[in-house]
């Protein structure tokens, strides 16, 4: 059990932006671990570690890791099985 403090997922919301320039605030992912599928929002988020380490709120396996350093981003999602997006209709 991970005792250290956390943030929810909405902390993701402005650096995965920059990088996909979407809004994630709506997404769902799937974990890898053990399988739930629920709001990236309700992820925990810790800010401890070199970037963010967002962990299941279910079985806290590190569903994704996002390092940015001033001219580049590292996005780790091994621990998501996906990750879907709302997006506007097409017309
Ligand atoms: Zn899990």
């Known amino acids: ?3 250290m403090s956390y943030q929810d997922g909405n902390v993701l919301d402005g650096p995965l932006r920059e990088l996909f320039a979407v809004d994630l605030s709506g997404a769902t992912g799937r974990c890898a671990s053990c399988g739930r599928t629920g709001p990236m929002a309700e992820l925990h988020v810790f800010s401890h570690a070199p970037g963010l380490v967002a962990r ?8 994704l890791r996002l ?3 001033p ?5 780790d999602l091994r621990g998501a099985t996906f990750v879907e997006v709302p997006m506007p209709t097409e017309s």
């Open 1 to 3: 059990m991970t005792t």
């Open 67 to 69: 390092v940015r350093s």
């Open 71 to 75: 001219d580049r981003a590292w996005l």
């Open 56 to 63: 299941c709120p279910a079985c806290e396996a590190v569903m």
